[in-house]
């Protein structure tokens, strides 16, 4: 069972979405909004949209029928979404380790996946924000949005229902650990390709190699041989 809940605005989905939980009994429960006020990224990251131009999307999925690793199912969902976006834009899409999403070199999709236990249920929160309408951004900034990268306008509630019906479906059949593995490295942005990175505050050429199934990235650097790092060792710049 699916459903899929509305808010004009909130502070964020993944925190609002908590109170729909305490009422509805469904393994996959989803919530959005077109004003997501106080957005939320990875590890204390802030993540702003603009209003009415963008889509901030939470799905809760119970975890009972989750076997695989806290690390592998981030990676699938990193696939899910990635695979949502090539379809919908018909363009090549790559997730940048660990888990945004790029489109022709631009960031248009963060993911924020966060465990908590509700009502005696324990879920995993698949937060998301879309950039799909906002034509302006900051001149230095990696981000952009479908519009700016495809040229093309979509229809914000139609990508947001369409989204909610192919993670849900998506999530009810998790291929094995191996084959999210393979897949989650074919997508992998600049993977196998020459790049500037920076560690703990220098910067370095490096490759990266392959991510690993604890969550590691392996980097082969141009002075310190292959490395692996967890996120925030390590910053990919491109």
């Known amino acids: 069972m699916s459903q899929l809940f509305y808010l004009k605005e909130c502070s964020s989905t993944n925190d609002e979405i908590s109170k729909f ?26 993540w702003t949209q603009t209003a ?26 990193a696939i899910i979404i990635r695979d ?6 018909d363009y090549d899409v790559k997730i940048k380790w660990p888990n945004d999403i790029i489109l022709k070199g631009k960031k248009i999709v963060g993911i924020l996946i966060e465990k ?7 879920y995993f929160i698949i937060g998301s924000g879309i950039n799909i309408l ?8 990696n981000a952009g949005s ?25 999530l009810k059949n998790i291929p094995s650990e191996k084959e999210i593995l393979e897949d989650f490295n074919q997508n992998l942005f600049r993977k196998d390709e020459i790049s500037v990175f920076e560690i703990e505050k220098e910067r370095q050429n490096g490759i990266i190699r392959n991510a690993d199934e604890k ?24």
């Open 134 to 141: 906002q034509d302006k951004f900051d001149e230095i900034s």
């Open 84 to 89: 949502f976006l090539a379809n919908l834009a």
């Open 146 to 170: 479908l519009l700016t990268q495809t040229g093309k306008e979509f229809d914000r509630e139609d990508l947001a229902l369409q989204l909610h019906e192919y993670l849900s479906e998506r």
């Open 116 to 122: 908590k236990k509700i009502n005696q249920n324990n």
């Open 52 to 77: 009415e131009k963008n889509l901030a999307y939470t799905l809760a999925v119970n975890t009972q029928n989750i076997l695989c690793s806290d690390f592998i199912f981030n990676y699938y969902t």
């Open 21 to 46: 939980l305490l009422y509805e009994n469904s393994d996959f429960l989803g919530l959005h909004t077109f004003n997501q006020t106080k957005g939320r990224g990875q590890y204390g990251n802030v």
């Open 215 to 238: 969550g590691e990235l392996w980097i082969e650097l141009e002075n310190d041989g292959i490395r692996s790092f967890y996120h925030k060792e390590v910053k990919l710049l491109y």
